[in-house]
Structures are given as C-alpha cells and as structure tokens.
C-alpha cells in the first residue's frame, strides 16, 4: 500500500477487466475520493491478510491436535527426533496458538468495524460510485496479495508434509522393524537430510 497515488491508480486501473486508467481517473478525481479510496484498500488489505493468518492457523490447530500427531510426537524418543532431523521442526504450543488466534480475531472485528464505519463516511458533498469502488478495491487487494497468499498455502504444505513424517517414522518404529529394514530406512533418512540440505551425493546424478 505504500505506493505513490499515481501508481495507486494505476494498479486499480489493471484490477479488473473492463476498468481501464481513465475510469479510475473519473472514479478518483479529487484529492479527498483519492483519500478515501486509499484508506478504503489499506482497510480490505488488513482485513484479508488477518483472514489469511487465521486460516492457517485453523490449519495449523487441526494438524497438531490430530490423534496421529499426538501419538506420534508424544511416543518418539528425542533420540528417534534427532536421527530423523525431526528436532529442526518447532512447532507452536497449542497454548500460543489459541492465544494468537484470540488476538487476530479480535483484530479482524476492530478492522471489519472500521471498515464498515468508513463505508459510511463519505462526505456528503462528495458524488462516489461506491459500488465500484467496493469491487475495484477487493479485487486490488487480492491481486496485491497473490504471493502472500500462495506464501501461507506454501507454508501449510510443508507443515503437512512435516505431521506426515512424524507419523510414518513413529509408525515404521512401532512395527518393530528387523535391522536391515532399519538400515534402509536410515539411508532413506540420509538421503533425506541431504534433500533438506541441499547435498545429495554425486552418485545418484541428479
């Protein structure tokens, strides 16, 4: 949002289809529509990536309150973890996480609040289309936040491919494997830390 107001208009220009820069120059022909359009997308912009953050936090909580994460991560020794390179993985105390979701929720009132209340701010001496407005804008913000979104989606991956291998080695574990199937599991999960590092051995040329 910290754009120059001739950028500002240029970007809700590319928006959408059929809004072209000569529209929006119409729609925002004063100094005042520009303000209040401005603070009109930091608003939506706030309130969209709160929605983001709760939404992967909801995720988050799903995963780590799963039954298969709880066996998992309760019964495995530190040892086990640290063989496995489980040790990197950090995950958030469910504690902290109800209080973080606590606390965005709480954001996301104040701000849909706000914005609702500067829906009706427009001065009266002010002729606005406020309809397009009110679809120019959220579709401004979207467009801006593209790579945050595909950033928490990205995020939400890896967390899942991180429950999964919690899960399968506790379970690989529990079926009291004989020790040449423990030794190729341990070259898988060599191989395995050299994905993570970036350092596969030349021999497999890949």
Do not use: C, W
Request: hydrophobic share 35%; aromatic share 12%; charged share 25%.
């Amino acid at each position: 949002m910290h754009v120059t107001d001739q950028v500002f208009k240029r970007l809700l220009s590319t928006a959408l289809k059929g809004i072209d820069e000569t529209s929006i120059l119409a729609l925002l022909d004063t100094s005042e529509k520009l303000k209040y359009a401005r603070t009109y997308a930091q608003l939506i912009n706030d309130l969209f990536y709160l929605k983001m953050k709760d939404d992967y936090l909801t995720y988050y909580l799903s995963l780590v309150t799963s039954p298969e994460f709880i066996s998992s991560s309760h019964y495995m020794s530190k040892s086990s973890r640290k063989e496995h390179n489980l040790h990197r993985l950090q995950f958030i105390k469910q504690e902290n996480i109800f209080k973080q979701q606590t606390f965005i929720q709480k954001r996301l009132q104040q701000v849909a609040k706000q914005l609702d209340i500067h829906k009706q701010q427009v001065p009266e001496h002010i002729s606005m289309d406020l309809n397009r407005l009110s679809t120019v804008i959220p579709a401004f913000v979207r467009k801006g936040q593209l790579k945050l979104s595909a950033d928490f989606e990205r995020k939400k991956l890896l967390l899942k491919y991180d429950i999964d291998d919690y899960y399968l080695i506790y379970t690989f574990y529990n079926l009291n494997p004989t020790m040449d199937q423990q030794k190729n599991e341990e070259y898988l999960a060599i191989l395995k830390q050299r994905i993570y590092t970036k350092r596969l051995p030349s021999s497999l040329n890949l």
